[in-house]
T-cell receptor, first 109, second 114 residues
Framework: DAKTTQPPSMDCAEGRAANLPCNHSTISGNEYVYWYRQIHSQGPQYIIHGLKNNETNEMASLIITEDRKSSTLILPHATLRDTAVYYCIVTEYGNKLVFGAGTILRVKS | DAGVIQSPRHEVTEMGQEVTLRCKPISGHNSLFWYRQTMMRGLELLIYFNNNVPIDDSGMPEDRFSAKMPNASFSTLKIQPSEPRDSAVYFC????????????FGDGTRLSIL
């Protein structure tokens, strides 16, 4: 599976959009981009995934660049409850998730 | 809907003792995963099952660890004998089988081996 690179931490003001970047320059054609998050003391939570088209659900939007070498997870109106570690994972098979260090997102009031 | 249920939530025991962690997957899901999370190594996949059959156990650290799934609604992860370095949070997750089905995680078992 392709390796991903994420910033170690980010801050966001409450009510503003949180844009979390992820680089995956070695992604192959069959690999999907997954995003999970882990709120303190809880299990990871699935957010969204995509192959090449942009995706949106009730939690977030996923923007994948045309060359697929990077993506951005967007939380449109961040709340304090969105403070968590966000993991970007690239995998051909959703059943083989390899978690990196992720990005610690701190939402501040 | 009930999510993935893990028990116990916390376990403290002395080294050398047998430890059994339990997991009830979401009803209808036929893939089940066991993960371990530590500060040093992060979140690691230990083993996963598809239709109650172990598919990949390459992440199981050593023979002291074993996992079973006797039926579609129950799985166990056993450590015998336990060692202090096994202290970690153990997560169970489940999903529908097939490629690119999102995994749903339980809240984990925090295991401390003294």
């Amino acid at each position: 599976d392709a390796k991903t690179t994420q910033p170690p931490s980010m801050d966001c003001a409450e009510g503003r959009a949180a844009n979390l970047p992820c680089n995956h320059s070695t992604i192959s054609g069959n690999e999907y981009v997954y995003w999970y998050r882990q709120i303190h003391s809880q299990g990871p939570q699935y957010i969204i995934h995509g192959l090449k088209n942009n995706e949106t659900n009730e939690m977030a939007s996923l923007i994948i660049t045309e060359d697929r070498k990077s993506s951005t997870l967007i939380l449109p109106h961040a709340t304090l409850r969105d403070t968590a570690v966000y993991y970007c994972i690239v995998t051909e098979y959703g059943n083989k998730l390899v978690f990196g260090a992720g990005t610690i997102l701190r939402v501040k009031s | 809907d009930a999510g993935v249920i893990q028990s116990p939530r916390h376990e403290v025991t002395e080294m050398g003792q047998e430890v059994t962690l339990r997991c009830k997957p979401i009803s209808g899901h036929n893939s089940l995963f066991w993960y371990r999370q530590t500060m040093m190594r992060g979140l690691e996949l230990l083993i996963y099952f598809n239709n109650n059959v172990p598919i990949d156990d390459s992440g199981m650290p050593e023979d002291r660890f074993s996992a079973k799934m006797p039926n579609a609604s129950f799985s166990t992860l056993k450590i015998q004998p336990s060692e202090p370095r096994d202290s970690a949070v153990y997560f169970c997750a489940s999903s529908f089988s097939g490629s690119n089905q999102p995994q749903h995680f339980g809240d984990g078992t925090r295991l401390s081996i003294l």
